[in-house]
């Protein structure tokens, strides 16, 4: 059954209409209510990149393809300490980063919906892949970002077309000022707010799978920001479990650099912790 998109407070269903990135009955925010459904007699290897598992991706019927090549990225083996390593690519992916699995799904969502512009935030490689994705959608982007983001990503957003507006102050001020331009009435792409993204970046567990041969690897470390990566492989994992492909998924583990750890603190002291607790040492293990 295709999972459906509700309020994870209220139960209340996407809307048919629009992108709100917020529930408007609780304010609660949106996810997937179950894992993807995936069928291999339904996978359409004609279509381009990633876009051979389009009927998992939860999308409506008859919604543009809109792909730059992203996923089938490499998976190479190293054994550099006597552990066998397999490290997936994902910077070959079209704007450089695993962001673009999210990107191209989010796009078709914005099309279906008939959204042509759009705003969003960023500190660097979600904004390159969203103004990517924009451009090759038709959609108009616009990208906040912090003065501090990386002079290279505010050039690739630039060119790949997307206005770029610099926020003076930390990212955390970028959100705020992208949340005064949704106030008036333009649509936010957010990578962090929607879920639609989150069946692109499943595929990585889908292509995982199938590059080791229908087996699932030992454990799977991800890095961990707003933590849509590290949700994403679990979901394709829970996917296949459903699917019937399998029987186990991985040891999953997160790592956050010590300097922005939210998600270290509240593993280790609560929730609470995000805003109340002294941040990790360096190289703390939780």
Partial sequence: ???????????????????????PVCHGIYDFDGPFDLHLASLEPELPGYWQYRHAFALPAGVPVVSLGEGNTPLVWRDPSGINLGFKLESLNPSGSYKD???????SQLLARGVHEAVEDS?????????????????????????SASGPKR??????????????????????????????????????YL???LAGIATIAYELFNQMNGSV??????????????????????????AGL???????IGVQAAACDPAVRAYKYGLQAITSQPKSQPWQRV
């Fill in 123 to 147: 500190s660097g490689n979600a904004g390159a892949s969203f103004a990517a994705y924009a451009a090759r959608a038709g959609v108009v982007g616009h990208v906040f970002v912090p003065e």
């Fill in 155 to 192: 050039q690739q957003i630039e060119r790949y077309g997307a206005d770029l507006v610099r926020i003076p102050g930390p990212r955390s001020e970028a959100a705020r000022a992208v949340l005064e331009r949704v106030n008036k009435g333009v649509p936010y792409a957010s990578h962090a």
């Fill in 101 to 107: 699995r999210g990107s191209a799904v989010l796009a």
């Fill in 195 to 197: 879920p639609f993204g």
């Fill in 246 to 252: 399998t029987e186990k998924e991985p040891y999953y």
């Fill in 217 to 242: 690897p030992a454990s799977v470390i991800a890095p961990v920001c707003h933590g849509g990566l590290l949700l994403g492989i679990m979901r394709g994992f829970q996917t296949l479990v459903q």
């Fill in 1 to 23: 059954m295709t999972p459906a998109v509700r309020c994870v407070d209220c139960g209340a269903l996407y809307p048919e209409t629009g992108v709100p990135y917020r529930c």
